[in-house]
């Protein structure tokens, strides 16, 4: 059964870009949560997404957002990037009901740099 | 808003010995889940236990156990008869049990506790 598959695994942009990362779940998960980790910060929750919508959002700015195919596929994009996007980003996907969701699995994540 | 603290920022432990990582939380709710993740250098989140706060009998996995002391709100992790590959990032985590609004898909971490094992 492969697992969490998180593209690309390097990344890096310039300040004022924008960036699009890609999840995709384990197969028959609904259910994909977004983090950024940073070494000040921690792990932070950015958001989840279910049957292509968003249920929760972390307390990010605007120009974090994300989206959910209908193969339940992720992506997030960030647009004009600063210095401070530097972090790595992880996503985490689970069947999606309640009961097993606390189950999550993650992926190996995508490491951007912003210069 | 939930809270979660490790005080240590770097425990060691010698091989086959064992080691305990602190954990404690903070939250108004009286039901939700515990979690230890472990973090390797491939940085891949792996979980390693999990603890429903509803139930008094602490989790066990193989060498992982937690002592949950749920009045206390501490959450601690022991590793038993450490191995080399047991080295990696360790956090703890928090999710709440209530259904529905903002407690979807959110895990609430810790800073992280590094853990060195010595051959």
């Known amino acids: 059964k492969a697992g969490v598959t998180q593209t690309p695994r390097y990344l890096i942009k310039t300040r004022g870009q924008q960036v699009t990362l890609s999840c995709s779940p384990i197969?028959?998960?609904?259910?994909v949560s977004w983090y950024q980790q940073t070494p000040g910060q921690g792990l932070q929750f950015l958001f989840e997404?279910?049957?292509?919508?968003?249920?929760n959002k972390g307390n990010f700015p605007g120009r974090f957002s994300g989206r959910q195919f209908s193969n339940s596929r992720s992506e997030m994009n960030v647009s004009t990037l600063e210095l401070g996007d530097s972090a790595l980003y992880l996503c985490?996907?689970?069947?999606?009901?309640?009961?097993?969701?606390?189950?999550?699995?993650f992926g190996s994540g995508t490491r951007l740099t912003v210069v | 808003a939930q809270t979660v603290t490790q005080s240590q920022p770097e425990m060691s432990v010698q091989e086959a010995e064992t080691v305990t990582l602190s954990c404690t939380y903070d939250?108004?709710?009286?039901?939700?889940?515990l979690f230890w993740y472990k973090q390797p250098p491939s940085r891949q989140m792996i979980l390693v236990i999990r603890?429903?706060?509803?139930?008094?009998q602490n989790a066990t996995e193989n060498r992982f156990s937690v002592n949950f002391q749920k009045a206390a709100k501490s959450f601690s992790l022991k590793i038993s008869d450490s191995q080399l590959g047991d080295a990696a990032m360790y956090f703890c985590?928090?999710?709440?049990?209530?259904?529905?609004?903002?407690?979807?898909?959110?895990?609430?971490f810790g800073q992280g506790t590094i853990l060195t094992v010595h051959p």
């Open positions: 939250t108004s709710e009286s039901d939700y889940y």
């Open positions: 997404y279910f049957s292509e919508t968003q249920r």
């Open positions: 985490a996907s689970s069947p999606g009901t309640d009961s097993l969701s606390t189950r999550a699995t």
């Open positions: 603890q429903e706060a509803y139930k008094q």
């Open positions: 985590a928090y999710r709440s049990s209530r259904a529905g609004g903002t407690s979807y898909g959110k895990l609430t």
């Open positions: 197969s028959g998960h609904r259910s």
